[in-house]
Each structure stands twice: as structure tokens, then as C-alpha cells.
T-cell receptor
Framework: DADVTQTPRNRITKTGKRIMLECSQT?????MYWYRQDPGLGLRLIYY???????NKGEISDGYSVSRQAQAKFSLSLESAIPNQTALYFC?????????????FGPGTRLTVT | AQRVTQPEKLLSVFKGAPVELKCNYS??????LFWYVQYSRQRLQLLLR??SRESIKGFTADLNKGETSFHLKKPFAQEEDSAMYYC???????????FGRGTSLIVHP
């Protein structure tokens, strides 16, 4: 089955460390997204990418950077992790070329910054 | 700017009772609205979209442009409906979604 996968699924890191979260998809979708989920705050968009050469900031991009290495891969980096970046991170894709805009989510990465 | 409001953080009902999860939106154009569901320890998945006018797992949602609402309803809740529900608005142009903060539905036996 075509899918959206994320690695790692869980990560504990220390304040100040650089960390990368990876997302891969076999759906052939053009758009990819990174969200963070916090209790009571719902899903907030960090970055999104229309295609390999088109990357855009979302609502809460400060402290994060991304790289779209290929149509199928979209990585999220925390340059210097801080405790308030502890959250559940989701990658998602959508296929706008078919006129369908629903989001397909990965399983999530639980990040803890100590 | 577009906004999605889900006024209830938590909704608790008993099995067999009707359930309504509220979603209000703020958007000047013609919206596309979705409901996503996240069951315990699972990824978010699409439940339904307003343009389909379909019923999924007994849930329906009607877009009310006058009240700018897209409430999710089910006449008889089941325990397996217990999950986190997110309303999402897709605005025209770039079609980037805006999510509400979510409502946690708990259905007691």
C-alpha cells in the first residue's frame, strides 16, 4: 500500500542538540507538510512544500528548518532543540494535481527535549 | 485570515446518545471543509468532507454558510467513536488547510 512513513517514531534528545525528523511517501503526491500537535492547541503547521523547489513557512516555523530532498522525502530539522519543542510531529501529503486536497498523515514522531 | 473554532475540548456522552461536535469557521470566500479523526495511537485520517455530502461510520456534517458552521453529528454514539476529532478549513488559492484545536470525544458504555 502506498503510504506516508516517519522516522524515528520516538526520540529523546537534550537541549541544544540538532535533530532531524524524516518523512517519506510512496503516494506520488506533490505536496508535503510538517505539523506539530500539542494538547489543547491542536495541529499547527510548521512548513509546507508544493514541490521540490517550493518551500514555505507555516504558522510556527521559528526554530525549525526543512529540506525537500526529492518529491518523496521531506525532512524537518531542529537546529538547537529546546524543551518547548517537545511535541508530537506529523508529516502529511496531499495530491493537488488530481484536484483532491485531503491530507494523508504519517504515524507521527514523538519528540521529547530534556 | 481564516480561522476554525472548535469550542469544546472534551465531549463526554453515553453509548446510544446523540453526539454533535461543533465547528465554526471564519473565511470570506467559498470554503472547503473536512473532518479528520484520530483514534488512540493511530494517525489522523479523513472522516468526511463537505463536498461529498456522504455519511461515514454514521457521521454526517452539513455546511451552513449562514451560520458559518460545519458541525459533525451522529444520532447514536458507539464506544468505538471515542477519538480526537479535528475540523479543517481549506481556503481558496493555495489550498493550505487550517485546523481547529480538536475535540476529544469519549463515549461511555
Amino acid at each position: 500500500d502506498a503510504d506516508v512513513t516517519q522516522t524515528p517514531r520516538n526520540r529523546i534528545t537534550k537541549t541544544g542538540k540538532r535533530i532531524m525528523l524524516e518523512c517519506s511517501q510512496t503516494k506520488g503526491h506533490d505536496r508535503m507538510y510538517w505539523y506539530r500537535q500539542d494538547p489543547g492547541l491542536g495541529l499547527r503547521l510548521i512548513y509546507y512544500s508544493f514541490d521540490v523547489k517550493d518551500i514555505n513557512k507555516g504558522e510556527i516555523s521559528d526554530g525549525y528548518s526543512v529540506s525537500r530532498q526529492a518529491q518523496a522525502k521531506f525532512s524537518l530539522s531542529l537546529e538547537s532543540a529546546i524543551p518547548n519543542q517537545t511535541a508530537l510531529y506529523f508529516c502529511a501529503t496531499s495530491d493537488t494535481r488530481q484536484g483532491a486536497y485531503e491530507q494523508y498523515f504519517g504515524p507521527g514522531t514523538r519528540l521529547t527535549v530534556t | 485570515a481564516q480561522r476554525v473554532t472548535q469550542p469544546e475540548k472534551l465531549l463526554s456522552v453515553f453509548k446510544g446518545a446523540p453526539v454533535e461536535l461543533k465547528c465554526n469557521y471564519s473565511y470570506s470566500g467559498s470554503p472547503e471543509l473536512f473532518w479528520y479523526v484520530q483514534y488512540s495511537r493511530q494517525r489522523l485520517q479523513l472522516l468526511l468532507r463537505h463536498i461529498s455530502r456522504e455519511s461515514i461510520k454514521g457521521f454526517t456534517a452539513d455546511l451552513n454558510k449562514g451560520e458559518t458552521s460545519f458541525h459533525l453529528k451522529k444520532p447514536f454514539a458507539q464506544e468505538e467513536d471515542s477519538a480526537m476529532y479535528y475540523c479543517a478549513l481549506l481556503s481558496g488559492g493555495s489550498y493550505i488547510p487550517t485546523f481547529g484545536r480538536g475535540t476529544s470525544l469519549i463515549v461511555h458504555p
